[in-house]
């Protein structure tokens, strides 16, 4: 049964989460160039699930991103962030020095190597703060809401 309470709220919720998706992958793509990157991109898209989550509802949320997928994705975050420097090391170069990635114009490099931890940095924060809401929402709660 669809609970009809504070349709406007669901159908601006609606609205405003994939206005804040875009935002987030805008900040974490123009990170390198302008303020911002991939720590405030994960929290972006982060906040874009914890506010569908407080509109409707814990389960709701974890349909659309499970878990399991939300763990996942912070161990490829840390993975993609780690195998960067270790790609770097592989070819010569110090840990993360993004050179390596094309010698010939370190340029390029650099912005590969960039993005490329930037993209890690932002998968690791939305993944663990998305974590962090499911382990508080699916708290059991002591006072109940006649009590309130």
Do not use: C
Not at 83 to 110: I, K, R
Request: net charge negative; no cysteine; hydrophobic share 50%.
């Amino acid at each position: 049964m669809i609970n009809h309470h504070h349709l406007i709220l669901r159908v601006v919720t609606k609205l405003l989460v994939g206005a804040i998706i875009l935002f987030a992958f805008y900040v974490q793509f123009h990170g390198d160039f302008s303020p911002g990157g991939g720590f405030q991109a994960g929290v972006l898209m982060a906040a874009a699930f914890i506010i569908y989550g407080l509109v409707f509802g814990l389960d709701k949320t974890q349909e659309v991103l499970p878990p399991w997928v939300v763990h996942k994705l912070s161990a490829l975050g840390v993975l993609i962030y780690s195998g960067t420097g270790v790609w770097s090391m592989m070819l010569g170069y110090p840990f993360l020095d993004y050179g390596a990635f094309d010698p010939g114009h370190p340029s390029h490099g650099q912005h590969t190597g960039i993005l490329a931890v930037e993209a890690g940095v932002g998968l690791t924060v939305a993944a663990v703060m998305v974590t962090i809401y499911y382990g508080f929402g699916a708290r059991y709660p002591h006072i109940s809401d006649e009590d309130w």
